[in-house]
């Protein structure tokens, strides 16, 4: 049984249609685990798995000191990095990875804030990332951030970028960062949009025109992922 597991560090960011999408990739052999960060402790890597899963929040990335959990789960990163586990980090888990592995983050970064329907670019390396060989060179992905990766990491690749945002994924050996989220849906990208001040009704209508292109991209992002860590599983 292959077993991936969710870290969520905030209660209104969950896994949501991704945890479908990764199992119907391999129906009957994925065990998927959820640890919520805001009423449990960051797990230890030996109860994580065969990969990890780093969702979004409202927390940044650089409050090392503040966030209680964040030291912890760089320890964990630096567990699974040595131990080559596949980790798959998600806005705000973009931002963590980015900065575990030695990039940069800024807090409310200057003109690259995006909410809503996005089109993604994908680069040469991101056209050969095994993640995204199930997508167009461009894409419609959901976004809603305020906060950047401005620079990535010495030694990763730049595997995709926006118009507003040039850093919305990286990879550096097993760990892949995507700032934008495969998982959220119309109603969830909704409620964000809300919560930060926006006029009810805007966001998830748009979001939902544009919903069959999303869930395309998605699903095939969360298959993927599936894929590679059931291929590592089988190959250790």
Known sequence: ????????????????????????????????????????PVPRIADCGDAIILLGGSTNALSHDETPWMRPLHSLLADARSAGLPVLGICLGHQILADFLGGDVEVEAEGMAEEGAVEIALTDAGMAEPLFRGLDQTFLAAESHFDAVVRIPKGAELLASSAKCPVQSFRMGSFIGM????????????????????????????????DEAIVASGRSIARAFAGEVARRRAAS
């Open 179 to 210: 700032q934008f989220h495969p998982e959220a849906t119309p109603e969830i990208m909704e409620n964000w949009a809300v919560e930060y001040g926006g006029e009810p009704g805007v966001v998830g209508g748009e979001m939902r025109r544009v």
């Open 1 to 40: 049984m292959t077993i991936i597991t969710a870290i969520q560090p905030d209660p209104t960011a969950p896994l949501a249609r991704f945890a479908p999408w990764l199992e119907e990739s391999e129906p009957g052999t994925l065990e998927l685990r959820v640890v919520p960060l805001f009423s449990e």
